[in-house]
């Protein structure tokens, strides 16, 4: 019962802070919903100042509304901004290597080897299954898994 009590003296402060609060948390964990979730709040807040006497029903059923609108509407923004970067694999760093050639450091045992690239030791594995290759053989890195190297033998 004290909840609907509650409820029912909804002021548009109570939509204003909430909107606050929800902003300084979008700044403290940043993940982009509780900035629309926050928008949505202080527009309701800015509403209920123009219209003090609509019901608590309404406001909730207007907040909810606003931020359904305000997520699909960031969303849509957000993936606009999404432009092609200039260096793809920046962080891919594995996948920097696809295509090159390199000197395996020790035999293979199983499939698994080792490969130095640059001052990194790198674990390979030879894709597709086949003979072990020795100590010195050149490879083409072919893919990653994880923190290994995919490699084929070459011809050379």
Known sequence: ???IGWLQELTFWHWL????VMVVLEIIMPGIWFLWLG???LITGTLVFVLPDLAWQIQIAIFCALSIVSVMIGRMVMQRQGEPSDH???NKRGAQYIGK???LENAM???QGRV???DTMWGVELAPPGDDL????PVIVTGVDGATLQVTATDS
């Open 1 to 3: 019962m004290q909840l």
């Open 39 to 41: 928008l949505g709040a």
């Open 116 to 118: 130095r690239i640059g």
């Open 134 to 137: 020795a100590a010195g053989a």
């Open 17 to 20: 802070v909430l909107g606050v």
């Open 101 to 103: 050639q390199y000197t």
């Open 88 to 90: 793809p694999l920046l």
């Open 109 to 111: 045992k199983n499939g």
